[in-house]
């Protein structure tokens, strides 16, 4: 949608530039008489990493389907929390990895294509309010 931070990612076939908490539809719009539903991840969320927007097409057909990222948000429970920080810690210091190629994406907060610690002290300071939440580390 015009004037917001959404950004559709066509060859990782991701969207992101929502905020945590936020709804996608309010971001993205179908055109040609299409529409956007949005599918629950494994946390059963719309709204967190790992959800799906699917594109239909005015038929209802699903012409396209892409991944949401909410940097920051790596258990896909829609918000960056205590929870989140400790999880990019523990990959950033090689005690853990990411089972999916979005939740790393997802952890690279700072956007510089490697989970580390800035990455880490970054959503750790998002989780307890020092800073404001990234919508996209790219722009």
């Not at 994406?105 to 989780?127: E, H, I, L, M, Q």
Request: proline share 1%; glycine share 10%.
């Amino acid at each position: 949608t015009e004037g917001t931070t959404g950004y559709i990612d066509e060859a990782r076939k991701y969207v992101y530039g929502v905020m945590p908490g936020d709804e996608a539809t309010a971001y993205f719009e179908a055109t040609n008489g299409g529409t956007i539903e949005m599918v629950a991840n494994d946390a059963g969320v719309t709204n967190g990493t790992g959800a799906t927007l699917q594109l239909k097409g005015a038929d209802g057909s699903v012409l396209d389907t892409y991944t949401l990222i909410i940097f920051g948000d790596v258990n896909g429970d829609a918000t960056v929390d205590s929870a989140d920080a400790v999880s990019v810690k523990r990959v950033s210091v090689l005690l853990a990895t990411f089972d999916d190629a979005a939740t790393a994406f997802a952890a690279d907060y700072n956007g510089d294509a490697t989970v580390d610690s800035a990455d880490a002290v970054a959503v750790k300071r998002v989780s307890v309010l020092l800073a404001d939440a990234s919508v996209n580390p790219y722009i």
